[in-house]
Nanobody
Framework: HVQLVESGGGLVQAGGSLRLSCAAS????????MGWFRQAPGKEREFVSGINWAGGSTYYADSVKGRFTMTRDNAKNTVYLQMDSLKTEDTAVYYC???????????????????WGQGTQVTVSS
């Protein structure tokens, strides 16, 4: 299994920015498609963004499109989520997820990812 450790969460005012990082170990990072998900209290875990193994393809939930940017650095075994123009509704625990792949596709659903990090809290105040 892949071990994933998220960092970069915190408290920010609405309109502000945060950058989340997720460091991976335990597998060849360039064999992995990666995803970011979030879960607010009382709600199901939802897809935020995904990136393919090479970083050439990304996909975003409509709620974050144009505000969030997902990238990866395969030399550092790390994936990032740059979050700009944050809104109070972005408040949630953010999770990094990984899966081994044989293609260049991006994966969008919780059930497609076997490996998860412990999560990092993002709180956006009004």
């Amino acid at each position: 299994h892949v071990q994933l450790v998220e960092s970069g969460g915190g408290l920010v005012q609405a309109g502000g920015s945060l950058r989340l990082s997720c460091a991976a170990s335990g597998d060849t990072f360039s064999n992995l498609a990666m995803g970011w998900f979030r879960q607010a209290p009382g709600k199901e875990r939802e897809f935020v963004s995904g990136i393919n193994w090479a970083g050439g393809s990304t996909y975003y939930a409509d709620s974050v499109k144009g505000r969030f940017t997902m990238t990866r650095d395969n030399a550092k075994n790390t994936v990032y989520l740059q979050m700009d123009s944050l809104k109070t509704e972005d408040t949630a625990v953010y999770y990094c997820a990984a899966r081994r792949v044989l293609s260049g596709r991006v994966y969008l659903s919780v059930r497609e990812y076997p490996d998860w990090g412990q999560g990092t809290q993002v709180t956006v105040s009004s």
